[in-house]
C-alpha cells in the first residue's frame, strides 16, 4: 500500500547578488540557522496498512545552506529502545549513498537526486507497528539533530470492518424501506377504512338531514346526491 505524495516543496534560497537580498539574508539568518536542515515525513505522517503487504516509509530532506556528509538513519522504536533501521552518509548534493541495512525486510529506495531517503518495508508483521524515526544531522550546523516521526500501524484486513459495516448500513436501511412500506400500507389500509366510515357516517348524515329537509320541504337537491355515493 503506497501512497501518492506531494514532493517537498523546495525552499527558497534568496539569491545575495543585491543589497536588500543581503540584508535580508542577515535578517534571516537565525531563523535558518536553526532550520537549516529539515526532515519531513510528509503531510500525512502515519499509515495504515494490513499485515504481510509492503509499504513505503516516506522522508525527504531540505537544506538551504547546502549539504556536505549528511548522515541519516532510519530508527524504530521498539519498547522505548531505538533501533537503527538502516544510515548512510550523502557526501554531497546528489552523491549516491551506500546504505546500511541492519533490520530485515528493508529496502533503501530513495534517491539523493531528489532529497528522497524513503525506505521500502516488505511484507510487514504486526511486530512492524510503530513509530520509525527519520533522522538528519548536516555538519556544516555543527552537530545538530533533526529528524521527523512516521507512523505505522499494521491491522488485519481492514476489509473485515468494512463488510460488516456494510451489512450494518444494508440492512439498516432495508429495514427502514421496510418499516416505511408497512407504514405507507397500514396508513392506507387505515386511511380506507376511515375514508369507509367516515361514507357510512356521512350517509347516515345525508339520510338523517334528508329526513330533515324532507321536513323542511327541500328533498330534492339532496336525495340527488344521496342517488351518487362516493367510492374510495
Ligand atoms: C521517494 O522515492 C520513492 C521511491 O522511488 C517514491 O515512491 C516517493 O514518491 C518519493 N518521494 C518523494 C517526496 O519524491
Ligand atoms: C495477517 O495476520 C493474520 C492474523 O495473524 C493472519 O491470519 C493472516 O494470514 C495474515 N495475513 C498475511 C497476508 O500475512
Ligand atoms: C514490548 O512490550 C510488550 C508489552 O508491553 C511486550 O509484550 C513485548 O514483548 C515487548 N517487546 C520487546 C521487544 O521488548
Ligand atoms: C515477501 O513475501 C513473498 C511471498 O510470501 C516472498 O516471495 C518475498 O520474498 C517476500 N519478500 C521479502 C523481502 O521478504
Ligand atoms: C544528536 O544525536 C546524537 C545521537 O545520534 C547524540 O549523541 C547527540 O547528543 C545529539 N546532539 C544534540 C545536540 O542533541
Redesign the pocket.
Known sequence: MERRRRRAEPQSCIPGDTALAGLLVAVLLGVWGAQALEMSVGKIPFLEAVNGSTVLLPCTYTSCIGIKNLYF?WQFNDNGTMQKVCDSVIAEEGAKPDVKIYRERVEFVGDSKTNNISILLHNITFEDDGQYTC?G?NPKEK???HSAIFTLIVVDELKVVDNTLTIIIVSAVGGAIGLLVAFMLTKNFVLFVMAKIEEKNKECLVSSSGIDNTENGLSGSKADSKATPKKA
Open positions: 538513519r533522522f544531522r552537530g545538530k539533530n
